[in-house]
């Protein structure tokens, strides 16, 4: 059997990091263990491995899984194409599908299985070799189709977009938060004729004033205190292809006039330069607000929105495309039980009443959101479940193995101990025996000193030897023992039982959130 490469575990339980450690090593040729991750960048530049298993709590008594998260952030800015896995408990799977979004390759529930951690771990390092045979060639954007709906608005918007997508005029995309204003931006991308290139978005309300020039158009060496080294822009990053400027009407009114001469020269000049740069670019922009209202109150420059709407497109809310509603929960809902491995769902009639029914004012984004809850929330049920039918078996075991302390303390009093005691009674009395039949008339006692044997006549002959009280000394100490070792087991399963009760009570928290 072929091993993969060399794996990182960091994990703060050493009994883990031994368990995990005699497991990987049939499947991996070095196998290096950290009990704490101060030192994980270092290791990860020393030692390159394939891929990092990441427990997602360090700090007793901490555990929100930021320390992972921050940890998995670190990594990836030491090697970002490292693949990740993310070793987590039961109560922290949200954190780790939040560790997904934020560049994790998969992640382990503990207690784990042995066979799925191998195949998790194998296919992350398989994936990373795979990456550097292929090397880091940059590929254009292989975007997922849109889903244009049956509704006649969609239909409508579906072929103006493949009319003008072809085209370099500029588009601005109006409509509600969540009604997928970007996807159709990428779209529009994916179907022009720059489509080999990757299509560059910004997000204007997110950039700082401050930052706003060198954020769009770049700056040289030394024209500012952190400019360190010259800094392409997105203009020139968008150069050949498409530049998406999301939440246009978040822009500033008095940077309004920066951009927009841009737009008109079709070049910029970085900051702390001189020299113009032509640059050859698509512009789409996205806006939720009212430019047209905007302008009338002088927030928005007028000449602005002239250059940027060359051709205005509208997306329907997805209240106003009702017949879309079920076949894109039914999308989502395919999608999301795949990535929680669930078993498919399908929508009950009434439940479909209710998709539809409901307005929808966060649309799209919206409807993903509920559905991925929902998912989740069923995913926790199923999980409940496991746990409570787990919680049942070990109440059993434990009322089991009480019963058998119970049977052992009473075995042990009632029959052991009385027996070990007259033995030990007779053994020192066939001691005595043995002393007194030494003794002979008119010499002294050697214990009393007496002379005189009055109960001499009282002892009898030897009933039990020094190797048969051994043996019933020993019969006792083994009773303690057991003893000892159910009263031991008792409070394991205890404890046990008290740990499941606090995960089925945390799970039932969790179920009562998500309602």
Not at 37 to 54: C, G, K, N, Q
Request: charged share 30%.
């Amino acid at each position: 059997m072929s091993k993969s490469g060399t794996i990182i575990i960091v994990d703060d339980n050493k009994g883990v990091l031994t368990a995990v450690q005699i497991l990987l090593k049939n499947y991996f040729s070095k196998v290096v263990t950290l009990s704490s991750p101060v030192t994980l960048t270092t290791v990860i530049r020393e030692e390159m491995p394939e891929v990092v298993l990441l427990d997602m709590n360090f700090t007793s008594g901490i555990n929100t899984g930021n320390e992972g998260l921050f940890w998995l952030h670190e990594i990836k800015k030491v090697r970002p194409e490292l693949p990740v896995v993310l070793f987590t408990a039961y109560a922290d799977i949200d954190l780790a599908i939040r560790g997904i979004k934020e560049g994790a390759s998969d992640f382990v529930v503990k207690p784990w299985n042995n066979q799925k951690l191998v195949e998790t771990l194998q296919a992350a390092a398989s994936s990373a070799q795979h990456g550097r045979k292929t090397g880091n060639k940059k590929e254009p954007v292989n975007t997922p189709p849109i889903y244009w709906g049956e509704s006649k608005p969609m239909q409508q918007l579906r072929m103006l977009i493949e009319k003008v997508a072809t085209t370099d005029a500029n588009i601005l995309i109006t409509g509600e938060n969540g009604t997928g204003k970007e996807m159709l931006a990428r779209e529009i991308h994916a179907l022009s004729n720059r489509r080999q290139q990757e299509m560059i978005a910004v997000d204007m309300g997110a950039i700082t004033e401050s930052l706003f020039e060198s954020e769009l158009f770049g700056h040289v060496k030394g024209s500012f205190t952190d400019a360190h080294a010259d800094r392409t822009g997105k203009f020139e990053a968008a150069d050949h292809s498409t530049l998406f400027l999301d939440e246009i009407g978040n822009l500033p009114y008095h940077l309004q006039a920066k951009l927009l001469t841009a737009i008109q020269r079709r070049s910029i000049v970085r900051v702390g330069s001189n020299t113009p740069i032509p640059i050859d670019i698509r512009l789409i922009c996205a806006t939720n607000r009212n430019l047209q209202e905007m302008v009338d109150r002088e927030e928005f420059r007028e000449d602005l929105l002239y250059r940027i709407n060359t051709i205005h497109i509208e997306i329907p809310p997805l209240r106003k495309r009702k017949e879309d509603i079920i076949p894109l929960a039914e999308r989502f809902i395919i999608r999301f039980c795949k990535q929680y491995d669930k078993e498919p769902m399908k929508f009950s009639p009434a439940a479909k009443e209710k998709l539809i029914a409901y307005p929808w004012y966060g649309n799209i984004r919206e409807l993903e959101h509920a559905i991925e809850k929902d998912t989740q929330r069923q995913q926790s049920v199923r999980q409940l479940q496991d746990l409570m039918t787990e919680q049942q078996k070990a109440q059993k075991e434990l009322e089991r193995r009480s019963q058998r302390a119970q049977q052992a303390e009473t075995w042990y009093f009632s029959e052991e101990k009385p027996a070990y005691d007259r033995t030990e009674r007779q053994f020192f009395q066939s001691m005595a025996g043995n002393l007194a039949r030494k003794l002979k008339e008119n010499e002294p006692c050697p214990v009393c000193g007496s002379r005189e044997h009055p109960r001499l006549a009282l002892y009898t002959e030897d009933t039990v030897t020094e190797e048969q009280f051994q043996k019933a000394k020993e019969r006792q100490q083994n009773a303690l023992q057991q003893m000892e070792e159910h009263k031991k087991s008792l409070t394991q399963q205890e404890e046990r039982c008290k740990m499941l009760e606090q995960q089925v009570q945390q799970m039932f928290e969790k179920a009562g959130a998500m309602n």
